[in-house]
């Protein structure tokens, strides 16, 4: 699948916070439903105008549509999160997650040069679990209790090296 990244541009803005006028989607993104649309919108174009230092977000494209962002986020030195969301939902179960982590992967070792990304997923959110192992992310322990669509869970941590990524290749 063709995913693209490319930097943020103020036009996304708009369209990742429209992904949130969806109640049900705000749910499984973990995103707050208590903003006002406006708000919201507000705060996105904030974002993009000016993400913080230890944030990389990059917009995930397909066929020239927005399907999505990738995070790695961090500020040890060759190390980064590995973060990524497909919106709206009804892009949901296409295999776009498993598409923009790969290229979130990609661009980390094969852009930016790190040592190691890491992920993490809560448990209870089976869809992410098995888009973290998909790509060959390894299970290193488990991190805090969470909760997940109300119910309490724990995050299962993943990780992988460049050597890794280097050996399993691209996809």
């Not at 497909?86 to 598409?99: I, K, P, Q, S, Y």
């Amino acid at each position: 699948m063709g995913v693209l990244l490319r930097p943020l541009e103020p036009l996304d803005a708009e369209v990742i916070a429209a992904w949130g006028d969806d109640l049900l989607f705000c749910d499984e993104a973990g995103w707050s439903r208590d903003l006002d649309p406006a708000e919201r919108r507000v705060r996105w174009v904030e974002l993009v105008r000016a993400l913080p230092a230890d944030l990389i977000r990059l917009a995930g494209v397909l066929d020239g549509e927005l399907i999505g962002y990738v995070d790695l986020h961090g500020s040890e030195p060759g190390r980064r999160e590995l973060g990524y969301l497909v919106g709206g939902r009804e892009r949901w179960g296409r295999g776009l997650g498993t598409a923009l982590a790969l290229a979130g992967l990609a661009h980390g070792f094969d852009v930016l040069g790190l040592d190691e990304i890491w992920a993490e997923a809560a448990d209870a959110n089976e869809a992410s679990v098995r888009i973290l192992q998909r790509i060959g992310l390894t299970e290193t322990g488990r991190g805090e209790d969470a909760w997940y669509l109300d119910r309490p869970t724990f995050y299962r941590q993943f990780a992988m090296t460049r050597s890794d990524w280097g050996r399993a290749g691209p996809g």
